[in-house]
């Protein structure tokens, strides 16, 4: 399939199948030359395409399946990316001008699925997320995490609020819930 320009050949062994959310968050991304890195790759349709706009491409997974996947799919579409298995940002030791996240972000109860549930509100990973990220953003930099109408965003708003300024960048209604990208940056940004 050909998706926001990527070609993704290799998914569904593992990786999450490219979807609404994913399209969304690839269509944020505008060009630039900084560090990028994205968190939950997948099939790896979003690195890829900050690689084609110019960055510099970190990505990570929990998942190895995911991972082989998104390391065909970045040759199919002829970037490097370096690809790293881990939880969240834990085992990243650098700084990032963007970092951007389409977490798991349904509340759990419906959906078994680590790949789409995000904790009891739907938002408990993206804010363990937002957590990480923090130390690892470059002085400026900026983060892009995806969020789901059905989880409690005004929960994740209200936690955020004292560290981050977070604005809604794109949104698109899906069916039954509307997807946003939110774009969040520090309200006063690491000295690293
Ligand atoms: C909704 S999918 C998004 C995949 C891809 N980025 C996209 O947009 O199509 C969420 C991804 O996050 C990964 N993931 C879930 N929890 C994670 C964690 N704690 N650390 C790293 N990756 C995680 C899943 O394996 C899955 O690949």
Not at 70 to 87: H, T
Not at 107 to 121: I, K, N, R
Not at 150 to 157: D, K, R, S, V
Not at 158 to 172: G, I, N, Y
Request: glycine share 10%; charged share 20%; net charge negative.
């Amino acid at each position: 399939m050909n998706i926001a320009g990527v070609r993704i050949a290799h998914w569904g062994k593992g990786s999450y199948p490219p979807s609404e959310d994913s399209l969304l968050l690839a269509q944020s991304l505008v060009e630039g030359g900084g560090k990028f890195l994205e968190v939950g790759t997948g099939t790896g349709i979003v690195a890829i395409k900050a690689a084609t706009l110019g960055y510099e491409v970190t990505a990570t997974d929990m998942d190895a399946n995911a991972l082989s996947e998104a390391s065909m799919n970045a040759a199919e579409n002829g970037v490097s990316i370096g690809l790293v298995q881990c939880d969240l940002l834990e085992c990243i030791n650098c700084t990032f001008s963007m970092i951007a996240f389409n977490p798991p972000y349904l509340p759990e109860g419906g959906v078994p699925d680590s790949q789409l549930a995000g904790g009891p509100e739907g938002v408990e990973l993206a804010l363990e997320f937002m957590s990480q990220a923090a130390e690892h953003l470059e002085s400026g930099g900026e983060v892009l995490v995806v969020l789901s109408s059905l989880g409690n965003t005004a929960l994740f708003l209200e936690q955020c609020a004292m560290k981050w300024d977070v604005l809604p960048f794109a949104a698109r209604k899906v069916e039954f819930e509307t997807l946003t990208v939110y774009r969040a940056r520090l309200r006063h940004p690491l000295k690293k």
